[in-house]
Each structure stands twice: as C-alpha cells, then as structure tokens.
C-alpha cells in the first residue's frame, strides 16, 4: 500500500481524533451510567490496561517495520487471510464511521437545525469527506494536524470552566456500583480506546519509523488523559448524571459553564470545532478504507471507489430508527466486534506472524526478504 509519509505530530494526531469524537459525543456518560461513581478509577483501569497491550503490539511490529496489519496478514495466511482481515477492518471502519455521523448528525439537528431533514446533514459532512480524499492523502493529514489542536482546547475549556462547581465527594463510594462493575464487567470500556486501530497501520505511513513506539504512547497516552478529565468533570459537576442531556454530555458542560454576559451561545463556537473535529475524522477513515480496499483487490486506482464508500456510509448510519437503536449498537454490537477485532484476532494474528518469521528467518532468511522490505 502506498502511502504518504508523515512526522510524527501528525501521526499523534490521527491516534487522537477518533476518541475526541468519542469524547464529544456521549462516551463519558456512558461510562458514568456503567461503573457509577468508580468510574475514575475504571478509566485508570483500562488505561493501564491499553497500555500493556500496546507495548506488546509496539514488541510485535519490530520485525514488521514497513508493514501492516494487512501485509502482516498475507505473511502469516496468504491472500485469503489478508481479504478477510481487510474486509474485517472494512466493515469496521465504515460502521463506527456511520454511528459517529448519525450521532453528531442528531444532536446538530436537535441543538440547532430541528427543521433540517436528517439526510442533508449526513450528507454535508460526507461531502467534505469525499472532497478531502478527493484532494489526496496529505490534505486528509494537514488538516487534520490543524484541527486536532482546536478540538483539544475546546474541551479543555469547559473542563475548566466548571471546575467551581466540582463536588469531589460524588466519587463516593469508592467502588461504585461494585467490584465487578468496575474491574470486570468495567474491563470492556477498553473498546473507547478504539485509536489503536490506528496504529495497525500506522507502521509504513512514518517517516521515522523509530519513532513508532513514542508516538503510539503519546497518542493513546493523550486520548485516555482527555477520557479521564471528561468523566472527573461530568461525575463532580452533577449530582444526578442520569439527567445529563442524553445527545451529550460534553455539550450539558458547555451549557452549565459561565462565559459571562458577553456570550450568548457559546456552544456554538465548540459545536464549529466539534464539527471540524468530525470532518477530520470521516476523512481519515475514508481514507483508510480506500487504501486498505485498493490492497486487497490490487487496483491501482481507487479513487472512483471513494464515492461508493461514501454511500455506503450514509446507507449504514441510516439503518438505526433513532438515538435509543445507535446507543445499542454502539454498547453492544460494536463494542463486542471492536475488542474481537482489534484486541482478539489483529494480536493473534501478530502473534503467530512472529513466530513464523523468526522460524523462517533463522532457517531460510531470504524468504522473508519481502516482508523486511
């Protein structure tokens, strides 16, 4: 696969902008309404739990250092592993990129655009999309380095503009709603950290590849950094959660903060950042579609194939009837398909990759000349 090359801010970059839409939309609340008032201390659990993983996933990428979860996939299996591997992450990107634009695409029209037809907000944002692929990969990435840090503010702010009404004592008790809960049951919220898809094809995009590792921990180390401060700040500034606007909790934040008199929709000017924040986003996964769709098929053009992802895209964030079906999906059929696939069957898979190459390696090392290179 032919990628663009990219430094390493911009490689950070892309790790963080799929859990600050996570942030934005309702993942915190979540969170809270599963493991009650241990839910800081579930975050620092999955946290320290990502963080394991990775440095096992960042040990297995050292033989493979120009590839991907892909290319790894066709070492270890062939072909017919790499197409379903592909197809795997296929389905993966284009469902968590559909649920995340219906989600945004409900709260712009309840917040703001309440005679605005459902179909003409999923489908602005899918043409800015379309167009930024349209324009190449490195617009996809320069945008988006841009971007990232105007999000990273803007949910800064509202964290501390609350800060005044902050009742540290909401944290009791201390384990919530139980042992199980929180460790567990509580261990599956390690699907929010969904940016390590990312990094499974993060590898042969890098201009230093040495520098794989820093970036896969800076990323995820910023993402679950933010994760942690959404839910301190949503579970000290409300006394009941539950009640918290259900679209987003972030946004009840944005609402309950003083900004003085001088603003009189100041959510407006995050809900613009938000919706920058999004843009990047479906760019991106797009853009991951299309190379790991022009890789398993070996088309050396792909870029007709950009509008029928597109569509598909809008045609899937179609199917759930409303915000009861999305949060469904989301809780539980997502979340089953991101662990299995991201922390079950692509860590198998580098596992066993590994094994075969250091057996091939130390008994025939020219056959895997082609994978080194």
Known sequence: MNYSKIGSIEAISLIIIVILNHIVLHF???????????SPINVIYISILIFIFLYFLVKLFKNFTSNDIIDIS?????????????????????????????????????????????????????????IANKFGTNSVIRCNLIIVPLVLITLLIPFFLTITRYVPQRIFPILGYGFNETFFKGATNIFAINGIAYIYFLMPMLKKQENFKSI???????????????????????????????????????????????????????????????MSYLSISLMLITNIFRKITNIKNSSSMIYAFCSSIFIISLIPKGMEEIRYIENNILKIFTISLLFVISFIIMIISNIKYIKTHNKHPKEVDLIEN
């Open 28 to 38: 915190p609340k979540n969170l809270i309404d599963s493991c009650g008032p241990s």
């Open 74 to 130: 066709e070492f270890l299996g062939g072909k017919f592993l790499k197409i379903i591997i592909g197809i795997l992450f296929i389905l993966y990107f284009l469902i968590t990129s559909s649920t995340s634009l219906r989600n945004f695409a409900e709260i712009l029209k309840v917040t703001y655009f309440p005679n605005v037809n459902i179909y003409i907000l999923l489908i602005a944002f899918l043409i800015v999309a379309l």
């Open 216 to 278: 896969s921990f800076i990323g995820i180390g910023i993402s679950t950094l933010y994760l942690f401060l959404s839910v301190i700040t949503l579970l000290f500034s409300f006394a009941d959660v539950l009640s918290v606007n259900k679209l987003s909790s972030v946004y009840s934040l944005i609402r309950g903060a003083d900004f003085g008199n001088f603003f009189q929709r100041p959510d407006a000017i995050f809900f613009l950042g938000w919706m920058l924040s999004l």
